[in-house]
Every structure is written in C-alpha cells, then in structure tokens.
C-alpha cells in the first residue's frame, strides 16, 4: 500500500488555519481519501495535557527552553502515536502546525538557537517531514479582528502565547516568512484573506498535484 500524505497549516495567530484545516480535511474525504486531522500541541491524550500547560499561565509559566522542550515531547507523542500510523495505512494526515512553528515561534521568535532546535525537533520526530506546507498569510489587522470574534464565539479570552506581545509576533511573521524562501518547494504561501471558500479554493491549487 502507497504512502499517505502529510499536509500542515502553518501561521501566525488568527490567520484562519483551524477553518481551512476543516474544510481541507472535508475536501480530501469527498475525494475518498482516508483523512486524520490532528493538531499541535495535542492531538493525543498526553500530548492535550501538555497544550494545556503550555497555552495557560498556572503561576508558572514555562521559561523558553522548557516552553521549546514541552512542544518538542507533545510532537514526539504525536508522531509516535497518530501521524506514522496513519501515513503508514495509506492515509493523509492534515495537522494544524508541526515543525516549523517550532522554529518560528521558539526560534525566530524566543531567540533560542536554531541549530539546537533542529537537532531536539530531528530525534523528536524522527526525521518525518510534511510533504506540503500551507503558510497562511493574513494582515495584522485581520488576524486580530478574527482572533476578536474567536473569544466572542467560544467565550474564552488569548492564551499566554497570543499575549506574547507585538515585537514578538513581528519576529513570528519574519520567521515563517523566512522559512518559505529557505523551502518555497515544501511551503506555499496562501493568501488568506477573504471568505473561508476563496481561501479554500486557493489552497487546493497546491493539492491538486497531490492527488
């Protein structure tokens, strides 16, 4: 049996990956293709106990490194337990963020060495890479206007990483940017402003070859 596919979203907060990863994973079913979609942190019991460490401040909050690690042990569950699995079968695996979310935010972002990174994210992982990325691009603005209405639909206020602050954030967009000019074979930058189906329908260009 052939391989699956290993598809990520990638992005900075409120640039709609959540919506798309939906609408792709219900897209690629309609296609009768067997799909697992998953998320980061999470996607496994453990690995939902660490988001949940890492997303709230508990009078705690992780310094950078255990912020890096705790991503890392979250991935490593994941990998183990849900995405090799599923790829093996045949399946496509669709994940909201993987790798390079690790080296944006932890990296470009944090300041923590990137060559220490893609060392830890190697042995977690074990060498599994996506074989498409989908860097969703949106303006400032409409990141926080969707991210606004997000807390109003679920009741719920940001997490200590979207609080991280401006410069933070700029560092974030920076980082993912420069990751699709190192890889622009693997990461596709989508234009994601618009309605959930324009930004859906732009996507699929990149799946199409896929298929």
């Known amino acids: 049996m052939a391989r699956g596919k290993f598809i990520t979203f990638e992005g900075g907060e409120g640039c709609g990956k959540s919506t798309q990863l939906g609408l792709l994973g219900e897209a690629l079913g309609k296609e009768g293709i067997d799909v697992v979609v998953t998320r980061e942190p999470g996607g496994t019991p453990l690995s939902e106990k660490i988001r949940s460490l890492l997303k709230d401040e508990f009078g705690d909050p992780p310094c950078d ?8 042990a979250a991935r490593a569950q994941l990998v183990r337990n849900v995405i090799l699995p599923a790829l093996d079968r045949g399946a496509w695996v ?5 790798s390079d979310s690790t080296f944006a935010y932890q990296g470009y972002g944090r300041g923590l060495s ?12 074990g060498g599994l890479r996506p074989d498409l990325t989908l860097l969703l ?5 409409t990141a926080a206007a969707r991210m606004r ?6 009741n ?3 997490d200590r990483i979207e609080l991280a602050g401006d410069e933070f954030h700029l560092r974030l967009k920076r980082g993912f ?10 990461i596709k930058r989508v234009d994601a402003e618009g309605t959930p189906e324009e930004v859906a329908k732009r996507i699929w260009t990149y799946l199409k070859p896929l298929l």
Do not use: Y
Not at 94 to 98: A, H, K, T, Y
Not at 177 to 186: N, Q, V
């Open 149 to 154: 209405g997000r807390e109003a639909a679920t």
């Open 94 to 98: 669709v994940s909201d963020r993987f």
């Open 177 to 186: 940017e420069k990751l699709a000019e190192l890889e622009p074979d693997r």
């Open 137 to 141: 691009e949106v303006r400032p603005s």
């Open 114 to 125: 990137l060559e220490a990174i893609s060392v830890a994210n190697e042995f977690a992982c």
């Open 156 to 158: 719920s206020s940001a």
């Open 65 to 72: 490194r255990a912020e890096l690690l705790l991503f890392l």
